[in-house]
C-alpha cells in the first residue's frame, strides 16, 4: 500500500509566506504569538477551544469583516482589561505592554480566520528551517502489529479511514524530531476520533475529545512525538498542526 499517497491529503508548498507589512509600529506576527505564548494569554484563551475566555479563532471570525475599524478597540480593552462581550468573564488588564506590542497580538488574532482554510491545504516543508523527522506509522488490532509504513505528516481526512472502520484498530505514528530551534512550540490535534498526543514520553494531549491544544517549551535537539488514534466514524479526520517559534500561523507539522 502506498502509505505516503494515502496519507498525504494536500501538501502545497508556501511560497511567499510572509506578509509585507510597512507599519513600522507593529510587531510582526511570529514574535507577536510567542510574546503571547511568553504572557498570560494563553492561560485564559485557547486558539480553538473554549475555555473562560473566547477561542481566539472565535474573535477573528466575530470580527472578520470588520476587523480594521475594531483592531483600535480591541488593542485598548486588552490593555485595559474588561468584560461584558462573550460568555460573562472579564479580562485582565495588560498595562506594561507596548500599544504596539499589543497591535500585533491583536493582529495575529484577527489574521486566524482568514488563514485557517488555507492552512488546512498549505503545509510548509520545514526541511532546513526547524525540524527534521520522519513517522513511522502502525496500524494495530489488538496485539497484532500488522501494517507498517512511514509518512512525513499527519493528514487525513475522511474516505481514508473507510477501510479501517472495523472495530478495534489503533494507529500509531511516531516520530524522533530533531528541533533547531529551541523555544515555545503550540501543538494542535484536530481529531474527530479518540487521539492523544505525546511528547518525550508525557501526554500533553489527551484522549478527551475537548482537548486539543497544548503548549510546551522544548530544547533543540531530538523529542519523540507520538499520536494514538482510535477512529470513530465515517466522517473522521486527524490533523497534527503546529506552530514553531518561527511560524506565524499553525501549519501541518510535516518534515
Ligand atoms: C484572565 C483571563 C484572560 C487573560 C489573561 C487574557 N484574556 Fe483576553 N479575554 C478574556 C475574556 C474573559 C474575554 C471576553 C471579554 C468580554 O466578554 O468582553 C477576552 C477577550 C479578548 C479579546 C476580544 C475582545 C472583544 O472585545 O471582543 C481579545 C482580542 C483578547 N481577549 C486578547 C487577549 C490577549 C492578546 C491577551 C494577552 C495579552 C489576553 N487576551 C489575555 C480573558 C483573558
Not at 134 to 161: C, K, N, P, R
Request: net charge neutral.
Amino acid at each position: 500500500m502506498d502509505w505516503k499517497g494515502k496519507i498525504i491529503v494536500l501538501c502545497v508548498v508556501l511560497g511567499a509566506c510572509s506578509q509585507a507589512t510597512h507599519e513600522s509600529k507593529i510587531v510582526s506576527k511570529p514574535i507577536a504569538v510567542q510574546l503571547m505564548l511568553k504572557d498570560d494569554c494563553f492561560s485564559c484563551h485557547a486558539t480553538y477551544e473554549q475555555n473562560i475566555a473566547p477561542p481566539y479563532m472565535d474573535i477573528s471570525k466575530r470580527y472578520a469583516e470588520y476587523s480594521e475599524v475594531v483592531k483600535p478597540k480591541l488593542i485598548q480593552k486588552v490593555i485595559n482589561g474588561g468584560g461584558g462581550l462573550w460568555y460573562g468573564g472579564n479580562m485582565s488588564p495588560h498595562p506594561f505592554l507596548k500599544p504596539e506590542e499589543v497591535s500585533g497580538m491583536v493582529e495575529w488574532v484577527l489574521s486566524l480566520d482568514e488563514r485557517d482554510s488555507t492552512d488546512l491545504k498549505k503545509s510548509e516543508s520545514l526541511k532546513n528551517t526547524s525540524a527534521e523527522g520522519v513517522f513511522a506509522v502502525e496500524i494495530v488490532q489488538a496485539d497484532l502489529s500488522f501494517i507498517h509504513g512511514y509518512v512525513d505528516q499527519i493528514h487525513l481526512e475522511t474516505d481514508q479511514f473507510l477501510e479501517w472502520q472495523s472495530a478495534g484498530k489503533t494507529l500509531r505514528f511516531s516520530a524522533n524530531v530533531e528541533l533547531k530551534i529551541p523555544g515555545r512550540y503550540m501543538f494542535h490535534l484536530h481529531k474527530t476520533g479518540q487521539g492523544s498526543l505525546t511528547i518525550d514520553g508525557q501526554v500533553v494531549i489527551s484522549n478527551r475529545a475537548k482537548d486539543m491544544e497544548a503548549i510546551r517549551t522544548l530544547t533543540a535537539g531530538l523529542h519523540k512525538i507520538e499520536v494514538t488514534y482510535i477512529p470513530l466514524g465515517k466522517s473522521d479526520a486527524l490533523k497534527l498542526s503546529w506552530l514553531t517559534p518561527t511560524m506565524s500561523h499553525y501549519h501541518v507539522m510535516k518534515f
